[in-house]
């Protein structure tokens, strides 16, 4: 529509202006039509002036700092995930080489320093009290896991 | 946040993979593709060749219907001139005054048939880049945060930033000051054409000017503000990285190793799933641009020829008339390609993102 305005006007003003005779009334009537044309063509830049160019910015800013929150975030429960099994996996090992038969899971969080580390451990599993010893003293010195943050589940009862 | 940028140097592949973790956002770019998305299955290995393949394949089947299409116009262009120039002849050398008028006809003849044009296509690049708009919604936070994950989160942030604050210039540009510059440009040839009158015909030279030095200035802008915030933000995430290495040597050996593991597996993971995603967001766009390229430089080629030929037996007021109409769709081709170069540009730089 548009596009038809604006073709219809400059059609208009040129065929105004060809059937006026030659002479001032002419000059005039060029004028006040190249003033119309170009008030037209002019008014869509006006509009822009009122568009939010700040907040365009500051919403830009935003929506890309929340995408790279949520990439971060979506990482980093990935990378807990890997941390927990390789760390459940290694207990189950270094328990397999003391006899001790069980199941461990880790979990982990993040520090002050931005590492995840596993913090805390539960392991499931038959085994005599100093195996048990044995096991938390590995577990504690090699995942840097307290030994007050790991459970031991025997026969169902926890410890 | 930290531990994310940590580059592992060990051990990749665990169970978790990154296609699960991502998965519901990178499914909804394969979505927001639409039909676009069709030809290519990322699931089954997604490569340049296939993707431009399937592109070649997209522009020979639109091909013929878009030349057929360009053939009547010109048709009826040539038609038009021809018939003016048959009745011009008929006045001359008497009737001079009459030939003002069977220009203006003329004129009003030829207006009218690219009018159909120039609304059809004009219709046609708005609607492109308003797919391209909507895409970027999808394609870029998804790859702003594969980017992110893959250990680049400033220059994910820089990059996303950039490019959908210049998208979003660049469209309420040509929405709100572009395409009304074209409107008046088209406008302005007519009624130049019409009246020769000299002021018109350079009013509408400034506004081709005006629309071309925009769409540079924007895309020079924008190049240079992603290339500077790139470089400041490799630096903080090199400083970041280096600050992880530092904080992962105080750890427990046992510790480190597994975190080493987990990151690397994290890192490549994401790494690998945001070049697909990237290169799949590219080959999108292209999809996107097939159309409207082949219609509007197709169209922009004819017209230059047509206005070209009619120059040998027609009124060069109307043939150039014709020439101009041919610009107005360069314009509006320069305005498509614009949009498209501001997302391939994103989605190459981002995949190109590599942590140090």
Not at chain 1, 142 to 156: D, K, M, T
Request: net charge negative; glycine share 10%; with cysteine.
């Amino acid at each position: 529509m548009w596009l038809l305005a604006m073709t219809a006007a400059a059609l208009l003003a040129g065929a105004v202006e060809q059937l006026c005779p030659d002479g001032p009334v002419k000059r005039a009537v060029r004028l006040v039509c190249g003033l119309v044309l170009l008030v037209t063509m002019l008014r869509p830049a006006a509009q822009l002036r009122d568009l939010a160019w700040g907040d365009l910015f500051s919403m830009e800013r935003e929506a890309a700092q929340e995408s790279v929150e949520q990439g971060t975030q979506m990482g980093a429960e990935q990378m807990s995930a890997i941390i927990a099994e390789e760390a459940g996996a290694y207990i189950v090992d270094k328990a397999a080489e003391m006899g001790i038969q069980c199941a461990a899971q880790v979990f982990c969080s993040e520090t002050e320093e931005g590492l995840i580390l596993p913090q805390a451990v539960e392991v499931a599993g038959e085994m005599t009290a100093q195996q048990r010893q044995d096991l938390t003293e590995l577990i504690s010195g090699e995942l840097g896991i307290p030994a007050e943050e790991q459970s031991y589940r025997q026969g169902g009862e926890e410890s | 946040m930290l531990l994310m940028v940590i580059p592992a140097l060990v051990l990749p592949g665990l169970a978790s993979g990154p296609e699960e973790a991502y998965s519901d956002q990178v499914e909804q770019v394969y979505q927001a593709a639409g039909e676009y998305g069709d030809d290519l299955d990322p699931s089954e290995g997604l490569s340049l060749e296939t993707g431009l393949a399937s592109l070649a394949e997209r522009v020979r089947n639109q091909m013929k219907e878009v030349v057929a299409d360009v053939a009547g116009s010109c048709v009826r262009l040539l038609a038009v001139v021809l018939l003016c120039g048959l009745v011009a002849e008929s006045f001359s050398p008497a009737g001079g005054d009459r030939m003002g008028v069977v220009r203006l006809v003329g004129v009003i003849s030829i207006t009218a048939i690219a009018l159909s044009d120039t609304g059809e296509l004009i219709g046609l690049g708005r609607q492109t880049i308003g797919e391209m708009e909507a895409f970027s919604h999808a394609l870029l936070p998804t790859v702003a945060a594969l980017t992110a994950a893959s250990g680049s989160p400033a220059g994910a942030a820089a990059n996303q930033l950039a490019t959908m604050l210049f998208s979003s210039v660049l469209v309420t540009l040509i929405d709100g000051l572009l395409l009304p510059m074209v409107y008046a440009y088209v406008a302005c040839c007519a009624a130049a054409a019409a009246t020769g009158n000299e002021g018109l015909r350079r009013v509408g030279g400034l506004l081709k000017w005006c629309i071309t030095a925009v769409l540079s200035a924007v895309l020079l802008v924008f190049v240079g503000y992603l290339t500077i915030s790139g470089v400041i933000a490799g630096s903080s995430d090199a400083v970041t990285v280096k600050t992880a290495k530092l904080a992962l040597s105080g750890v427990v050996p046992v510790v480190g190793g597994i975190l080493s593991d987990a990151a690397e597996t994290v890192l490549a993971g994401a790494g690998v799933l945001k070049s697909t995603v990237g290169l799949f967001g590219m080959l999108v766009v292209l999809g996107m641009c097939v159309a409207p390229f082949l219609q509007l430089g197709l169209h922009y080629i004819a017209y230059k020829c047509t206005g070209a030929l009619a120059a040998t037996v027609a009124d060069s007021r109307l043939t150039g008339l014709i020439d101009n109409i041919g610009a107005a769709f360069g314009l509006i081709l320069g305005m498509t390609g614009a949009c498209a170069f501001l997302m391939l540009i994103s989605m190459v730089s981002a995949v190109s993102l590599v942590v140090r």
